[in-house]
């Protein structure tokens, strides 16, 4: 069974900083675009970034310049670095993944969500 675990949430002020990693594990024959999305209260969930397994990265506009998304591959993990962080910032925080199974059938699979807090 794949499992996503991110860690690296929080409290963090207007103007900081914060890094998040996702963690995957489990049989995979093949990991491709990894992800984080997150959802504020009475919002719908959207997309913060991606990055393909080539490294090639999209980024929601509201973010861009501020946060970076990079993977390490040998680790099966995908980081999130948050700088310039602003109240609106502030949500639920979901890791990521599309892959092939040992099966070779395409899935994709969530992590539980991490708390991000950005106060004014």
């Given at each position: 069974q794949v499992q996503l675990v991110e860690s690296?949430?929080?409290?963090?002020?207007?103007?900081?900083?914060l890094t998040l990693s996702c963690a995957v594990s489990g049989r995979i024959l093949r990991s491709?675009?990894?992800g984080?999305?997150?959802q504020a209260p009475?919002?719908?969930r959207e997309m913060v970034a991606t990055i393909t397994s080539g490294g090639s990265t999209?980024?929601?506009?509201?973010?861009l310049g501020r946060f970076t998304i990079s993977r390490d591959s040998a680790k099966n993990t995908v980081y999130l670095q948050m700088n310039s962080l602003k109240p609106e910032d502030t949500a639920v925080y979901y890791c990521n993944l599309q892959y092939l199974t040992?099966?070779?059938y395409p899935s994709?699979?969530?992590?539980?969500?991490?708390?991000v807090?950005?106060?004014s």
């Open positions: 690296g949430g929080g409290l963090v002020q207007t103007g900081g900083s491709d675009v990894m984080w999305y997150r009475g919002k719908q999209n980024y929601a506009y509201s973010v040992d099966s070779w994709g699979a969530w992590g539980q969500g991490i708390q807090t950005v106060s």
